[in-house]
C-alpha cells in the first residue's frame, strides 16, 4: 500500500474517476436532449415511458377519477425513465458522484499518508491534485448543463400533462354536458353570425343595385 502512494497512483485513481464522471456526464446529455425533443411533441410521442405515464392518466380520468398534482406524477416518472440501467434522476446527480468518489479518495489516501508518514510534498501534490478534478467536474458542469435540462425535461412533460393533457379529459370525462353545452352555444352564435352576415351583404348588395339603377335612370 506504502508503495501504491509513493508512487502516486492516487492521482491517476482521481484522474480515472474524473473521465469517467464527464462520459458519463456527456451521455447524460445526449440521453436528455433526445427526452427533451420526445417531451416537446409528447402527444405524439414515441418514447414508451412517457406514453404509460400519459395512459395512466387518461385511464383514470375514464375512471372518473381526477388528479390534482400532476408534477409528482411527473417527479415519480422521473425514476422509470432509464438508460443503461441508470434512471433519468441518477443521470442527473453523476456529477456529485464522481466528486464524491474523488474526496472519498483523497481522505483515504490522506489517512494513509498518515500511517505511512508521507512527506509535506506528498500531500500538497495529492490535495492539488483532487482539487484540479473537482474543479474540472465543475467545469463541466457548466459546460453540459445536466441539472438544466432535467428542470428543462420535467418542465416539458408537465406542461404538456397539466395545460394540454388534463383539461381535454376533464371535458371529455368529467364535465361532458359542459362541453356539449359550449359546443351548442358556440355553433348556435357561428350560425347566427353568418345570417347576419348574409343579410348584412343582401342589404349592401340592395343597395349598390338602386344606387346603380338611378344613375342609369339619370342618363
Known amino acids: 500500500m ?9 492521482v491517476f485513481a482521481m484522474a480515472a474517476i474524473g473521465c469517467l464522471t464527464i462520459v458519463m456526464k456527456s451521455i447524460a446529455a445526449i440521453v436528455y436532449y433526445k427526452l427533451i425533443c420526445q417531451a416537446e411533441q409528447m402527444g405524439n410521442t414515441q418514447n414508451k415511458h412517457m406514453k404509460v405515464l400519459a395512459g395512466k392518466i387518461t385511464a383514470s380520468y375514464k375512471l372518473k377519477r381526477e388528479i390534482h398534482n400532476i408534477k409528482c406524477i411527473v417527479d415519480k416518472s422521473m425514476y422509470n425513465i432509464r438508460f443503461l440501467g441508470i434512471s433519468a434522476e441518477g443521470w442527473k446527480n453523476a456529477g456529485i458522484y464522481g466528486i464524491t468518489a474523488v474526496i472519498i479518495v483523497l481522505a483515504s489516501c490522506l489517512l494513509l499518508g498518515v500511517y505511512f508518514h508521507m512527506p509535506y510534498e506528498w500531500y500538497a501534490l495529492a490535495s492539488l491534485s483532487a482539487v484540479a478534478v473537482i474543479a474540472l467536474l465543475v467545469t463541466s458542469e457548466m ?20 395545460n394540454v393533457l388534463q383539461p381535454k379529459l376533464e371535458k371529455e370525462y368529467l364535465h361532458p354536458e359542459e362541453e356539449k353545452k359550449y359546443q351548442n352555444e358556440y355553433f348556435e352564435n357561428d350560425g347566427q353570425k353568418e345570417q347576419q352576415d348574409e343579410a348584412a351583404a343582401s ?17
Open 203 to 219: 342589404k349592401e348588395d340592395l343597395r349598390l343595385f338602386e344606387e346603380f339603377v338611378e344613375e342609369y335612370l339619370a342618363d
Open 2 to 10: 506504502k508503495q501504491f502512494l509513493q508512487d502516486y497512483y492516487m
Open 143 to 162: 459546460l453540459f448543463q445536466i441539472h438544466r435540462k432535467y428542470r428543462l425535461l420535467k418542465l416539458q412533460m408537465t406542461d404538456y400533462l397539466e
